[in-house]
């Protein structure tokens, strides 16, 4: 087992399970944010019916379910094997959803039918090289197919690659994986230059409360 596997297997223990209804009564959802029934929804990624579109670094798999469920072709790829049993075991095996164990650039390197969307939702697209991952995905993406993807705002004046470190027992040192972060003129430039058009980048606030981070969300069109 990689360190970064054991790193996502650590934090999957530590993970909230997402609501079993929303504030709408619905049992599945989309979620942007980190925030619980705030932000926008599905209708980012501008999908037609029966849609294929990936989730990169899916997690427990709400999004990709809420997906499937609403009659898209979902594909959920996460390094981490223990955010995939607790994917199975909340949504089980619906038909729509296909949950695969890989890194992401290598699962889009071995993809042979092409995507109408993907997106990552505080997921591997923060925590992946862009100039690996970036012409991976556009390479994959079918022609005005959507990259939709979210994270934390850049901290001012730490930009590119930084360090997150995930807790383990107090007698153990913390995990470490690499995260991106930049500012949304940043990513607008590099999507540009790896193919893409339309990139827009733009920060969310967030909701009404105490909490004061937003979401960065950025979007780009093949």
Same mark, same amino acid.
């Given at each position: 087992?990689?360190? %970064? =596997?054991? *790193? ?18 619905? %049992? ?18 501008? !999908? ?15 999004? *990709?379910? $809420? ?5 898209? #072709?979902? @594909? ?13 075991? &909340?949504?089980? /095996? ?18 042979? /039918?092409?995507?109408?969307? =993907?997106?990552?939702?505080?997921? +591997? ?5 862009? *100039?690996?991952?970036?012409? +991976? =995905? ?9 990259? @939709?993807?979210?994270?934390?705002? +850049? =901290? ?11 807790? #383990? ?18 990513? /607008? #430039?590099?999507?540009? /230059? $790896? ?9 969310? *606030? ?5 909490? &004061?981070?937003? %979401? !960065?969300? @950025?979007?780009?069109? +093949?």
């Amino acid at each position: 087992m990689t360190e %970064t =596997v054991m *790193a996502w297997d650590t934090y999957a223990g530590q993970r909230p399970e997402r609501k079993r209804v929303n504030s709408r009564g619905e %049992t599945t959802w989309f979620n942007w944010t980190q925030y619980e029934d705030h932000g926008p929804g599905v209708e980012l990624l501008h !999908l037609a019916p029966r849609a294929r579109v990936l989730d990169l670094g899916c997690g427990k798999g709400g999004n *990709a379910a $809420h997906l499937a469920a609403v009659g898209m #072709r979902a @594909v959920g790829v996460d390094v981490s094997p223990k955010q995939l049993a607790a994917a199975r075991a &909340r949504w089980g /095996e619906p038909a729509g959803l296909e949950l695969h164990q890989a890194d992401a650039v290598g699962f889009l390197a071995g993809d042979r /039918e092409g995507f109408d969307a =993907v997106y990552s939702v505080y997921g +591997a697209v923060w925590f992946t090289d862009p *100039a690996r991952l970036l012409p +991976a =995905v556009r390479k994959q993406l079918r022609p005005g197919g959507r990259l @939709v993807f979210s994270q934390r705002p +850049a =901290v001012e004046g730490c930009y590119g690659c930084q360090a997150s470190y995930i807790p #383990r027992g107090v007698d153990e040192d913390p995990l470490v994986v690499k995260r991106w972060d930049y500012e949304s003129a940043a990513w /607008e #430039r590099m999507l540009v /230059e $790896h193919g893409f058009g339309d990139a827009r980048a733009r920060v969310l *606030a967030a909701p009404a409360g105490r909490r &004061r981070v937003g %979401t !960065l969300i @950025v979007s780009a069109r +093949a």
